[in-house]
């Protein structure tokens, strides 16, 4: 049985214990994790009896035969409603649906839809079930963001082999060389526009690369991830041009041991506001509790952020293959900020360290 | 006033025509388009009495002050519920939303803010109104996609010349090439995932890179493009390696026909309909018709596809200052295939071609 047979088969028992006949899935990620499928427009109905039923349309026949071998293909230019009125033929008395990704558009053609068509299925939302699936990622899904990790580190490290991250190239130069060398060492994208951050923005959390040059003397945070079979790799490394001074060396010391205390704390079974916390205390302690502003962490997979959420709004606990990032950052306005982020697999040991760029304080 | 405060002034007037005293933005591209704004979480709302407000969350707060600097700023988390709740403190009777944007849960979410912070307004969607401005782009756009198709020109010639696209290089390698020299020559991001498509394969339209070699006699079709300042180019070239078969000379003849005569087509005013028709015939003529299994092309800008769709399932007439693509392709499913496009400015003289690289029938 292929991955995403299994995956729509545990689908298929959280339809039934909720009482629903099938499940129109929309959210186009959703209908990925659960048939392979990569193209631009697809959705899939899962049946609780067994008969699945995916729909593209005839641009994708030929990806659809290749991707999708295992499930009945029906082929239509408005996808959703060809399904549901599939599901009304069936008699589909309870179909779910997910209420989190159809628009409220959506939702009143498909009610349309059936209406016209029969005996309409009354709806019911499913919430974000396949969301709560795909946190815990399976063997496939692992081997793929460990190579998307690699590419990020090894992109990283040919930069900083070659120079590349020198006083007098900008923050964009800097970004560009960094995304295209993802894409020739096979990424199929970046993650996310990368962060490159420099002098008193490396401050900045969530800085967009500007013209600014880097200096001697300044941090250099790089914020970055590759994309490999649709998943992501996620990794922040500050590194210190030239020379490092003592309050740099002072905060990134800080930020490296918050982290260490944070990925330690990735356990089975643990609250995820724990986790934050046990990270969150050391930068607290040191007396810099205010200046870092955001979550320790988040789950990553097909989308770059995905539960869980590892922070003091978070809410639940670690299962053991759960994909997360542990970055943790101290930013002092106007003068300079150092964030050490990991992408790691929760064990039922030690967690998976994925991005395997040293930690040590670089000086460049 | 700045270009995004004459779009803002454009949609209040359309706002006020439809009898709503303001209207909340929720879809992050219109709001980019709005404001300026690039990050990844902001939403606006637009008054017909004249005080915006642009929400977005902490890490936002440096950059909303550089990129929306004239318009009021709230930051939250919650971004849609705390500018509803600032819609109810201003007394608005009729708020506008973005139906075809909004999700199911997000208009509950919604209704029951309204609902909590006092006298809730009345919600009626203002359906696609900021799309319809946006097919008609604005100087500062056109000169963005300008620059996107310029790369993405560059991008191939510089290919060609290094003699990157030759017998025994794979689709997946030229691919990632072609992307990593985009964002080198300045590219943001691909506009879209890159199509090779070489031999057989080229007769599939949307066909995905894989490790197919390039080999001699076979068609090379590359349909690419480059995002600059989040404006999308669109080209597609098929070119012949080593020699040209007659078979292979008489569809590329036939597919640059026939896009001649769509670009010819393309007025002020000319039904869209029409348009694709104009080239549609030409395939028609030669007994190919059933080979060309799409439409003619699309708007392109901040989105890859946007409106209007030129093709026998379009509607209305273009204008002037919209940028769209004309791209029609003949299939020979198991042999080959061709397709020619570019991207261009509707004006009320000719069309401006923004995709400059020559369609003659390049033989490498």
């Not at 193209?39 to 609780?48: D, E, M, P």
């Not at 009896?49 to 230019?77: E, I, K, M, N």
């Not at 699936?133 to 930069?159: F, H, P, T």
């Not at 060389?177 to 969530?206: N, Y």
Request: charged share 25%.
């Amino acid at each position: 049985m292929s991955r995403a047979a299994a995956r729509r088969d545990a689908l298929r028992v959280v339809a039934g214990e909720r009482g629903l006949d099938a499940v129109l899935v929309t959210n186009l990620l959703n209908v990925r994790y659960l048939t392979g499928f990569t193209g631009s427009n697809g959705a899939l109905l899962v049946s609780t009896s067994g008969a699945d039923l995916f729909g593209t349309d005839g641009r994708y026949t030929t990806q659809a035969g290749t991707q999708v071998p295992d499930v009945g293909l029906l082929v239509d230019r408005a996808t959703v409603s060809a399904l549901a009125r599939e599901a009304v033929r069936r008699g589909v008395g309870r179909l779910g649906y997910e209420s989190h990704d159809l628009t409220v558009d959506g939702l009143a053609a498909l009610e349309k839809v059936l209406a016209d068509a029969g005996t309409a299925p009354e709806l019911a939302s499913v919430r974000r079930a396949v969301e709560a699936q795909r946190a815990v990622k399976d063997d496939d899904e692992i081997e793929s963001l460990r190579r998307a990790c690699a590419v990020a580190d090894q992109a990283l490290a040919e930069l900083a082999a070659e120079g590349a991250l020198r006083p007098g190239r900008t923050e964009l130069q800097v970004g560009r060389e960094l995304d295209a060398r993802m894409l020739t060492l096979g990424a199929e994208s970046v993650s996310f526009e990368t962060i490159v951050a420099t002098g008193a923005s490396s401050a900045i959390p969530h800085h967009r690369p500007d013209a600014t040059e880097l200096r001697d003397g300044d941090f250099l945070k790089l914020d970055f991830g590759a994309t490999v079979d649709g998943y992501h790799s996620d990794m922040t490394r500050t590194v210190v041009l030239g020379h490092a001074a003592d309050w740099q060396r002072e905060i990134y010391e800080l930020v490296a041991a918050a982290q260490a205390a944070g990925r330690a704390a990735l356990a089975v079974g643990a609250d995820v506001v724990a986790v934050d916390a046990a990270a969150r205390q050391v930068i607290a302690d040191a007396g810099h509790g205010e200046h870092f502003s955001h979550g320790l962490g988040h789950g990553v997979g097909l989308e770059i952020h995905e539960a869980p959420v590892i922070g003091p709004l978070g809410a639940g606990r670690l299962a053991a293959g759960m994909a997360v990032t542990v970055e943790p950052g101290v930013y002092l306005p106007g003068h300079g900020g150092v964030r050490i982020e990991d992408t790691l697999i929760v064990t039922d040991d030690a967690p998976e360290l994925l991005t395997l760029t040293s930690k040590e304080l670089l000086v460049l």
